[in-house]
């Protein structure tokens, strides 16, 4: 008797969790922060190399943070401009995390985006209820098949998925240019490569036009919190979320463990691929209400950076996709207030991830941030 | 060149993983240091070789205190480590892997590759080390690659070779042998450290026993007058038998049926040959055999995890030569597998994840398309108290449990259900006496309850141990098959089997 209560007394104390280490909030959040200050001073520096005078300089960042958080128009542009960097990053972290490296967030947005536009306009007299959500599922549905190729060549013959999305990115950008000249996809009266106009019954409306109608800031946020939710949910909750993840740590350990790796890697990617399709219909749906030839404008390549800053993690993507719309918002306030490039904020953007990933560098800049290693 | 260490103590935070020890290395001699993982030889070698800098206490070389500042200075002072891990780059040669960091070089930087090799020919030569200088690393079998290390650090004049578990890798054969070149060493005067677990090995090999539990040393001996069980309880901490307790001989149906099976390995070479042979519940059948005659691939076949060539397998009556991992793990075979770090567990899940790695789908652990993660870890957390595995918290990741802790992971998952058939392939590998006698003592468990029980193994002893029938494999077939429930088994013909000698 007493030795089955104390057995149990032990199990409980197994339960307990161990404080979260140190190490791993130096990991999460002193390395980040320090990454995004390290990335703004030597973005100072380039500035400083090339000529623009200190002041100059102090106004841009100025001009930076009043764009990304300095006014009711900054933070809705800031958000307007993380949604689908954090929907399409949330994907490709779901990838890593299988062991997939997805480049193709690019082209998935791209056609999740013309499926978007082609339900978006199709269907006139159709009550907004049904229209706007069918015109989201189409381009996730879209982006889902169009990185399912990449995962069937993957798990049918082998051929690796950094090539193949690569050259499924560039054949998704020839793709939209023919289809933005068809006849039934152009808009009438037009010459130039534009498609129709998505319908008012299936845009993602606009939510603080009471306030001011030039606030861009759309219902996709509501699209991206779900994700947010549903992403940590299947990866973390559920039994897929668990065979992505055991597979992307040790494959021969999910072989052993029964786990089926061709099945996976396709889910995985269709996964990825409709949560780009999704940013790719979100931007079409929700900002600009048509497809352009480049309407995707490098998103997923942004997203890339995206999920890596945020570690792989929901909800670090979330706070990653967050400062990446800021600086984004930021640097086109910054173009027009300082006349400086926005091409900086590009250059910015990727010191942080060259800082995030050589976290020791950041260590040895900022000796007094972090714990003495031990050991010696 | 003698070494002294006295007093050293080193904290690792709260864990103090050496506590005021002292030891004497003596020129000529060969130190044997004995130990369960975890005791602090780990710890107390990479002091010595200034990886580690102690807390207190200090080193002496010949009388005269030495103060290490990094990695270098302990092979720069004479003492050289052969780790159990080798660091070696395998499309370099030999000699291009020995000089690698001292490379001597001519005018403008010139890679004298001529005198490396001569001087490389030269040590082998004096230690009797047999090595090509001029073969590719990857060409070489583990044994030969291990005599590279030693080269290695002679290369650097060590005058002090600390040998971390160095038989762990080793054929029994390549164990006689390396045997060998440790005793020429230490003729031509080299002072040895010899680390290990394995009891009969520190006794044959060693000139004068330390043994460290807990961070401290508990006992000091002269391998003549002592013996393994009491080598084991100073290691341990109490006294360890080394007979598995078995119930009664009594078996029952017959669970698994193989028939002339055949499997191909990666290079699609046959690797198993025609074999045949059944399991009774009940039962325990050993497998003997110098590693790479086929076990690995019959085991895989067995779980599903290659495809049967041809044959035929039968399993609780049924043909599952076709059937899934999942469905053969379902119908109650658990597997031990031979490398738990290659596909037993994830090292960077968590204790609890790893416990329901292959279990996670059962309707206990799930529903829809959730886990029911407080379900997991309570479970989990029972898993680990039930089999002595040994952690602060199921929260932890696995990659930090020490491999005994490990492995007795990896067997709670497998024996914690209903199981009828337990395939456990090289169960013990690498383990401390008292994690071997813990595993063994389940492994019985199982047999006695009723199920078969598969062993793999390359220890001899381990086969003799457990078994009631053993087959020996020999190139992909059975060669040979004994009886050990009729008489004591003849490890003798056993081992003449396992050579391919068919009586």
Do not use: C
């Amino acid at each position: 008797m007493t030795d089955t209560t104390s057995q149990s007394n032990l199990a409980d104390k197994l339960l307990q969790r161990a404080a979260p280490g140190r190490a791993e909030f130096e990991d999460l959040v002193v390395v980040p922060i320090f990454a995004v200050i390290v990335a703004l001073i030597v973005g100072a520096l380039i500035m400083l190399a090339t000529a623009v005078d200190i002041e100059t300089i102090g106004r841009s960042y100025l001009a930076l943070l009043q764009g990304s958080v300095g006014s009711m128009n900054a933070i809705s542009e800031t958000l307007t401009s993380a949604i689908p960097l954090v929907l399409a990053g949330l994907g490709l972290a779901l990838g890593f995390r299988a062991g997939l490296f997805n480049i193709g967030a690019e082209g998935q947005i791209v056609v999740g985006g013309i499926a978007a536009v082609i339900v978006g306009f199709s269907f006139p007299n159709m009550p907004w209820i049904i229209h706007m959500p069918l015109a989201l599922l189409a381009g996730a549905v879209a982006g889902g098949l169009y990185a399912s190729i990449a995962g069937y060549l993957r798990a049918a013959t082998g051929a690796h998925e950094v090539i193949t999305t690569i050259m499924l990115n560039l054949s998704s950008y020839l793709l939209l240019s023919y289809m933005l000249g068809l006849e039934w996809m152009q808009r009438p009266g037009r010459s130039d490569p534009v498609s129709k106009s998505v319908l008012p019954s299936a845009e993602l409306p606009r939510l603080l036009t009471d306030i001011d109608p030039n606030l861009r800031l759309h219902a996709g946020i509501f699209v991206m919190i779900a994700a947010v939710i549903l992403v940590h949910w299947l990866l973390f909750k559920t039994r897929t979320g668990f065979e992505y993840r055991a597979s992307g740590e040790n494959p021969d350990a999910a072989r052993y463990a029964g786990m089926h790796a061709s099945a996976i890697i396709v889910f995985a990617m269709a996964t990825a691929g409709a949560l780009a399709g999704l940013a790719g219909a979100n931007q079409v749906l929700g900002v600009l209400e048509r497809a352009t030839p480049g309407f995707s404008s490098g998103i997923g390549f942004d997203a890339i950076s995206v999920a890596l800053l945020g570690r792989s993690h929901p909800v670090g993507v979330l706070f990653a996709g967050l400062l990446f719309g800021a600086l984004e918002a930021g640097g086109r306030q910054m173009q027009v207030d300082a006349g400086v490039s926005i091409d900086l904020i590009s250059i910015i953007q990727a010191l942080i991830i060259v800082f995030i990933a050589a976290p020791l560098l950041v260590r040895a800049i900022f000796p007094w941030g972090f714990k003495k290693p031990a050991g010696r | 060149m003698d070494v002294e260490l006295r007093g050293i103590t080193k904290r690792f935070g709260p864990v103090t993983a050496n506590d005021n020890v002292n030891l004497t290395i003596r020129a000529g001699e060969v130190l044997g240091l004995l130990g369960e993982n975890g005791a602090g030889k780990s710890t107390m070698m990479n002091i010595l070789s200034g990886l580690y800098s102690p807390d207190e206490g200090e080193i002496l070389i010949d009388g005269k205190r030495v103060d290490f500042e990094g990695p270098g200075d302990g092979i720069a002072a004479g003492i050289g480590m052969v780790h159990q891990h080798f660091m070696l780059v395998p499309v370099f040669t030999v000699a291009e892997n020995v000089i690698l960091g001292v490379e001597p070089t001519g005018m403008f930087d010139y890679l004298d590759l001529a005198t490396a090799r001569k001087q490389v020919r030269d040590i082998n030569e004096k230690y009797g080390l047999q090595v090509n200088p001029d073969a590719l690393i990857e060409d070489l079998p583990v044994g030969i690659q291990q005599r590279v290390e030693i080269l290695k650090v002679l290369f650097r004049s060590a005058e002090v070779l600390i040998l971390d578990e160095p038989t762990a890798v080793l054929t029994p054969q390549e164990v006689e042998d390396f045997f060998g070149i440790v005793k020429s060493l230490r003729d031509a005067g080299k002072a040895i450290v010899f680390i290990t677990h394995k009891l009969h090995e520190i006794l044959e090999i060693s000139d004068r026993i330390n043994v460290l539990r807990g961070g401290r040393i508990t006992g000091e001996g002269d391998p003549k007058s002592m013996t393994e069980n009491q080598l084991a309880e100073m290691m341990v901490g109490r006294p360890v038998s080394f007979d598995v307790d078995k119930g009664p001989f009594k078996p029952g149906e017959t669970l698994l049926d193989v028939k002339n099976l055949m499997v191909l390995n990666e290079n699609d070479e046959t690797a198993v040959e025609n074999v045949s042979f059944h399991v009774r519940s009940g039962e325990v059948v050993g497998i003997a055999g110098v590693q790479g005659n086929g076990q690995s691939e019959l085991i895989e076949a067995l779980t599903g995890l290659a495809h049967a060539a041809g044959g035929k397998i039968d399993f609780l009556g049924r043909d599952i030569t076709n059937v899934s991992v999942r469905e053969r793990h379902r119908m109650g075979m658990a597997h031990v597998p031979e490398d738990r770090h290659k596909s037993g567990m994830i090292s960077n899940f968590t204790i609890y994840e790893n416990m329901v790695l292959n279990t996670y789908y059962e309707d206990r652990f799930s529903s829809g398309p959730a886990i029911k993660w407080p379900d997991v870890l309570k479970t989990a957390a029972q898993y680990a108290v039930d089999f002595d595995v040994r952690t602060p918290s199921v929260y932890l990741k696995a990659g930090n449990l020490s491999g005994g802790n490990q492995q007795k992971m990896v067997v709670a998952r497998e024996l914690e259900r209903e199981t009828k058939l337990v395939i456990a392939s090289q169960p013990t590998r690498g383990l401390d006496v008292g994690s071997i006698e813990y595993i063994h003592s389940r492994l019985m468990g199982a047999r006695d309850e009723g199920d078969g029980v598969i062993i793999v193994s390359s220890e001899l002893d381990e086969i003799m141990a457990l078994s009631d029938r053993v087959l020996v494999m020999y190139d992909g077939k059975i060669v040979a098959e004994f009886d050990a429930t009729a008489g004591p088994l003849d490890k003798n013909a056993i081992g003449l089997a396992m050579a391919g000698v068919t009586a």
